[in-house]
């Protein structure tokens, strides 16, 4: 006796469906034009920016302190903070003495190009000459929104586990730098930062990866030279 299989169901998008597809893409197509816009317009201001991209907790906000502490004798360094509603990061960093601005996102998982442009003008009337953008705490949307920066960053910590990397690649694809984070915490994590590292090149052989523990300042200088300032 021959079994009859039953026929797959076959679920098609509604004519709104395909409309909020089509409306995204030229979103991610109109954000890639002001982010082309925002690069002129820093090029032309000689202004230096980095996005810095990572989860919350993986320490993008110390990385960014310890940063500005080391560049601000030799940059008039400028800050923006995004974060979906608060201002925790914006004060936190400008306690060091920079201009440091935040946007709320709302639902948005990420900073986008307009946005970033908006605030970015208000830092340059103040005259700075590097920037240093901290993203939206997220993984995954950021990669897909550049924001007109010179070096993209994306930022992991031993203590979201040994696979984080392998399972969040397409984010690594997108930066130019990565950083290995809270190295003081790896044995207690049981994670190796060499396997992180290789999996950190695995994913974008292009970059370069620094291993630093932003609460004991380590590898910092290492990352100033990794981002070529």
């Given at each position: 006796m021959v079994s009859i299989l039953p026929k797959p169901m076959i679920i098609k998008a509604d004519e709104d469906e395909v409309l909020d597809?089509?409306?995204?893409?030229?979103?991610?197509?109109?954000?890639?034009?002001?982010?082309?816009?925002?690069?002129?317009?820093?090029?032309?201001?000689?202004?230096?920016?980095?996005?810095?991209?990572?989860?919350i907790g993986s320490g993008k906000t110390s990385i960014i302190e310890r940063l500005v502490e080391v560049l601000k004798g030799r940059y008039k360094v400028g800050v923006i903070a995004g974060?979906?509603?608060?201002?925790?990061?914006?004060?936190?960093?400008?306690?060091?003495?920079?201009?440091?601005?935040?946007?709320?996102?709302?639902?948005?998982?990420?900073?986008?190009?307009?946005?970033?442009?908006?605030?970015?003008?208000?830092?340059?009337?103040?005259?700075?000459?590097?920037?240093?953008?901290?993203n939206v705490g997220n993984l995954i949307c950021p990669a897909e929104f550049p924001l007109g920066a010179h070096k993209r960053v994306v930022v992991v910590s031993v203590t979201e586990g040994e696979y984080m990397i392998k399972k969040k690649q397409d984010i690594f694809r997108a930066a130019q730098v990565g950083v290995i984070n809270k190295k003081d915490m790896a044995g207690y994590m049981d994670v190796d930062t060499n396997q992180l590292v290789k999996d950190a090149l695995d994913a974008n052989p292009k970059m370069k990866v620094v291993v630093t523990s932003a609460k004991k300042g380590e590898g910092i200088n290492e990352l100033v030279n990794a981002l070529e300032l």
């Open positions: 597809i089509e409306l995204e893409e030229d979103f991610i197509k109109a954000n890639e034009r002001m982010a082309d816009l925002n690069r002129r317009t820093f090029d032309r201001y000689g202004v230096k920016v980095v996005d810095f991209m990572g989860s974060d979906t509603t608060t201002a925790i990061d914006a004060e936190r960093v400008s306690r060091h003495g920079v201009p440091s601005l935040q946007i709320n996102t709302g639902r948005e998982c990420h900073l986008d190009a307009p946005l970033v442009r908006k605030a970015s003008k208000k830092l340059l009337r103040e005259g700075v000459n590097l920037i240093l953008i901290e």
